[in-house]
């Protein structure tokens, strides 16, 4: 159903001057889900979101947000989103509360005071305090409010924890999962990778204006490398599992104590190992940084080279 569908952008190009910044961006974000946009700076996750709230126009390609046209219809669609900028511009005469106040009457005055107070609370927030007093990471809580406190159907949320600590970084990707909870769709921008694998059920990584990959955080560990640790009751010889596909040796200790790296499903080399005198083996389980980083350390996927 095509209200199932609640971001599509279609062969998005842009170009500043002659920096072609999106080369073709294509990708779908399904209602009710959390869509993390991974990559590295200059990828060009920034003009992908500014596009898609019709704030800059592509030059080429289409974009529906909400079942709408995203560049005809941007007055609406920003007022049913939730956004995050990058760089956010406060008022810093202001308090945080009388900035948040002014910020919703211009968008027509749908905020939950009640949430907004719950949520200054969960992220230790002084509303009261002039901006101009606020540190960096408070600076961004007042954004983060901002963009959740007329309960959007849509979040779009370019890097949500710049500048917060760990434990209030927590508890903003918190908040992402207790919107999708609520029905809202949640598209969120990064360059971290714990977090992304933390909270979005869906990953797109955009590389030099591509998404080269769009998939579960699960899909894209289990495709990376593995290293195994495997011990042996007694030596076995070097070439034991020099032969399997995937499988690279890293250190061999007497035969007794062998670090592996494997690529993909370990099916070969758990059999392998049913036929030698096995003592125990311990799999580390990548994260997807490493998963992320072993990409963009790979040229295949992008004719242009690294
Ligand atoms: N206003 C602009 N004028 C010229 N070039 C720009 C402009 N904005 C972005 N670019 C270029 O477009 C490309 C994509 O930038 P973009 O900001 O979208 O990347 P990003 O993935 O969001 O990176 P970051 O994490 O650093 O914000 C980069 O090469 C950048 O230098």
Not at 129 to 142: A, F, H, W, Y
Not at 153 to 180: F, W
Request: hydrophobic share 45%.
């Amino acid at each position: 159903m095509a209200d199932e569908i609640t971001i599509e952008l279609r062969d998005v190009q842009k170009w500043y001057g002659d920096v072609h910044a999106l080369r073709g961006v294509s990708l779908t974000v399904k209602r009710g889900e959390i869509f993390g946009f991974l990559g590295p700076n200059g990828a060009g996750k920034t003009t992908t979101i500014r596009c898609m709230l019709g704030m800059i126009f592509p030059q080429a390609g289409h974009i529906r947000i909400l079942g709408l046209d995203a560049l005809r219809h941007s007055v609406e669609v920003r007022a049913r989103t939730g956004y995050l900028p990058g760089e956010l511009h406060l008022d810093e005469s202001m308090t945080a509360e009388a900035h948040l106040r002014f910020f919703n009457d211009v968008r027509g005055g749908k905020a939950d005071w009640a949430y907004v107070h719950e949520l200054a609370e969960r992220l230790r927030l002084d509303l009261h305090r002039p901006i101009r007093n606020l540190s960096l990471g408070n600076k961004q809580k007042v954004g983060v409010i901002q963009a959740l406190m007329h309960r959007p159907e849509l979040l779009i949320m370019d890097e949500p924890t710049t500048g917060l600590d760990p434990l209030m970084q927590r508890e903003v990707l918190q908040l992402l999962r207790e919107a999708a909870q609520s029905g809202a769709t949640v598209f969120f921008s990064s360059h971290i990778m714990s977090e992304v694998e933390a909270v979005a059920q869906r990953v797109g990584i955009i590389r030099r204006g591509r998404v080269v990959e769009v998939a579960e955080p699960e899909t894209l560990i289990r495709r990376a490398l593995r290293r195994v640790r495997v011990r042996f009751r007694e030596p076995v010889a070097e070439d034991a599992l020099a032969d399997l596909e995937g499988v690279s040796l890293l250190e061999w200790q007497d035969g007794t104590e062998v670090w592996l790296e494997v690529r993909g499903t370990l099916d070969a080399l758990v059999q392998r190992l049913a036929t030698l005198p096995l003592l125990d083996m311990d799999v580390e389980r990548p994260s997807l940084e490493e998963v992320f980083l072993a990409y963009y350390a790979n040229g295949d996927h992008d004719e242009e080279g690294v």
